[in-house]
């Protein structure tokens, strides 16, 4: 079954919407099967959006990611890489429709409150980062 990388940002968690965040997930059938708060380090958030680190804005996005703790989750579910991300909605505002996650609770392009893998490769390299064993606090 395919799986996904998916991540309450930190304006999500500050805001309270992990519950909210979950139960759309839940909600659509999929699976959560793993889950984890922390607060990322430098390395991690440079490591995890490495295909930006030429652009303008990396700074600023590797210096939000690290502001607090994240929800890092692994889901499970029939194309959940491709359902998620139209669950999730578009980056742009702008474009973000209503009735997607970031539609009905983002306003920014810098603070969206929610990250998904783009890809099935992106979910597995994004996996296997934020995942790195199999229970590291065991
Ligand atoms: P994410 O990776 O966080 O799920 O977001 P995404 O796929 O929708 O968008 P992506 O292109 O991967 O960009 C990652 C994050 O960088 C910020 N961004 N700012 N100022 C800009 O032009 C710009 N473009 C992207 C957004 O916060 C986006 O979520
Ligand atoms: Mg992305």
Same mark, same amino acid.
Request: proline content about 4%; hydrophobic content about 40%.
């Given at each position: 079954?395919?799986?996904?990388?998916?991540?309450?940002?930190?304006?999500?968690?500050?805001?309270?919407?992990?519950?909210?965040?979950?139960?759309?997930?839940?909600? =659509?059938?999929?699976?959560?099967?793993?889950? !984890?708060? /922390? @607060?990322?380090?430098?390395? +991690? &958030?440079?490591?995890?959006?490495? *295909?930006?680190?030429? =652009?303008?804005?990396?700074?600023?996005?590797? !210096?939000? /990611? @690290?502001?607090?703790?994240? +929800? &890092?989750?692994?889901?499970?579910? *029939?194309?959940?890489?491709?359902?998620?991300?139209?669950?999730?909605?578009?980056?742009?505002?702008?474009?973000?429709?209503?009735?997607?996650?970031?539609?009905?609770?983002?306003?920014?392009?810098?603070?969206?409150?929610?990250?998904?893998?783009?890809?099935?490769?992106?979910?597995?390299?994004?996996?296997?980062?934020?995942?790195?064993?199999?229970?590291?606090?065991?």
């Amino acid at each position: 079954m395919e799986k996904t990388f998916l991540m309450v940002k930190p304006d999500g968690v500050k805001r309270g919407l992990i519950g909210e965040i979950i139960s759309r997930f839940e909600h =659509k059938g999929y699976t959560l099967n793993r889950l !984890e708060l /922390l @607060t990322p380090s430098m390395e +991690v &958030a440079q490591s995890h959006y490495a *295909e930006h680190k030429e =652009k303008p804005f990396f700074g600023e996005l590797v !210096e939000f /990611l @690290t502001s607090g703790p994240v +929800v &890092a989750m692994e889901w499970e579910g *029939e194309n959940i890489v491709a359902v998620s991300r139209l669950m999730i909605g578009k980056t742009n505002p702008l474009d973000a429709q209503p009735g997607t996650i970031r539609g009905d609770l983002a306003s920014t392009m810098s603070q969206n409150v929610i990250h998904g893998s783009d890809s099935v490769e992106s979910a597995e390299r994004e996996l296997s980062l934020w995942f790195a064993t199999e229970a590291s606090h065991v």
